[in-house]
């Protein structure tokens, strides 16, 4: 079994910085690759960065490049998100998701495990 845990979602001014935390804990498929995915009210879920197994490869919505940044420690099965230059346009819901393959997609369907999300509300 695999738990996905989100944490640190708040509410930040725009211009501000958040950092997500992703935990895997369980069979956590440590070479998987990982994803963060976001789902504003009334809107289609949307791709925001993945990162390799390895970490080596990271990839990210348009709408987050340049102001978002994946990363993961694999000794303590942990993915994190940082983001800065936040945006209004930037709340939503925010969801980690794990593959057992370690290639990077913007496919959120080949994510076989999800966390139930964190909340992020960015004021202007």
């Known amino acids: 079994q695999v738990h996905v845990e989100e944490s640190g979602g708040g509410s930040v001014q725009a211009g501000g910085s958040l950092r997500l935390s992703c935990a895997v804990s369980?069979?956590?498929?440590?070479?998987?690759?990982r994803a963060w995915f976001r789902q504003a009210p009334g809107k289609r879920r949307e791709f925001v960065a993945s990162i390799s197994g390895s970490g080596a490869f990271t990839r990210y919505g348009f709408s987050v490049k340049g102001r978002f940044t994946i990363s993961r420690d694999n000794a303590k099965n942990t993915v994190s998100l940082q983001m800065d230059s936040l945006k209004p346009e930037d709340t939503a819901d925010y969801y980690c998701a794990v593959r057992r393959d370690s290639t990077p997609t913007e496919e959120a369907l080949i994510y076989e495990y999800w966390g139930r999300g964190t909340q992020v509300s960015v004021s202007s």
């Open positions: 369980g069979r956590t498929f440590s070479d998987g690759a």
